[in-house]
């Protein structure tokens, strides 16, 4: 299809523990983005791949997240020693191959940390 | 850096016109969109105009542009109780792809 695929859908884990979310973009799109949702709240910009670089990391919180990106296809985001903060929903969306860079997103990873 | 704002709520009452607004301050903007997320679902795209139209107009929705003060609104017509989500203000430009806070959209019977 055309969608793309989050997992794990839902993460509930123990505050210090390291998760990882990854993203399939499925049919392989050049440019691939990462936001996250806060409960309420918008989303956040984290960073962008065009291709496997990654161009833009302005919008990682801190330098326990990071993010790579192979074969210009599944990219993975990891978080390290998890905090409770980080608990929200992390959408992954993949852009177009059109001109109006229109995003398709995901059904997100819902992280949970206790 | 790239700014998206908007009002976080609007209620309006069914049958009526719904008027969401949003500026930005990326001059460079090619494309500015709106997205539509209902409970417990995704992100959706709802209409997009390129950055050299004013306005565009699909069906219910009309999407204005105003490029000198950087304002865009999206116009709901005879909104419905199916209409009720968090809408979504989005910016692209030459980097990336920001998006406002959402205004959350509640109709009244």
């Known amino acids: 299809g055309a969608g793309v695929s989050q997992s794990p859908s839902n993460k509930v884990t123990e505050k210090g523990k390291d998760v990882e979310l990854r993203c399939d973009p499925i049919s392989g799109h050049t440019a691939l983005y990462w936001y996250r949702q806060r409960l309420g709240q918008g989303l956040e910009f984290l960073i962008y791949?065009?291709?496997?670089?990654?161009?833009?990391k302005s919008g990682l919180p801190s330098d326990r997240f990071s993010a790579e990106r192979t074969g210009e296809s599944v990219s993975t985001l990891t978080i390290q020693r998890t905090q409770q903060e980080d608990s929200a929903v992390y959408l992954c969306?993949?852009?177009?191959?059109?001109?109006?860079?229109?995003?398709?997103f995901g059904a997100g990873s819902r992280l949970t940390v206790l | 850096g790239e700014d998206v704002e908007q009002s976080l709520f609007l209620s309006v009452r069914e049958g009526d016109s719904s008027v969401i607004n949003c500026t930005y301050t990326?001059?460079?903007?090619?494309?500015l969109y709106w997205y539509k997320q209902e409970p417990g679902a995704g992100l959706q795209l709802l209409t997009y105009?390129?950055?050299?139209?004013d306005m565009k107009q699909d069906q219910r929705l009309t999407v204005l542009l105003n490029k000198k003060d950087k304002h865009l609104s999206l116009r709901i017509a005879d909104t419905q109780t199916g209409d009720s989500a968090i809408y979504f203000c989005a910016d692209s430009s030459a980097s990336k792809i920001i998006f406002g806070s959402g205004t959350r959209l509640s109709i009244r019977p």
């Open positions: 969306a993949k852009q177009g191959a059109g001109g109006a860079n229109v995003l398709t």
């Open positions: 990326d001059s460079s903007s090619t494309y």
């Open positions: 791949f065009q291709g496997n670089s990654a161009p833009d």
């Open positions: 105009i390129f950055s050299n139209m």
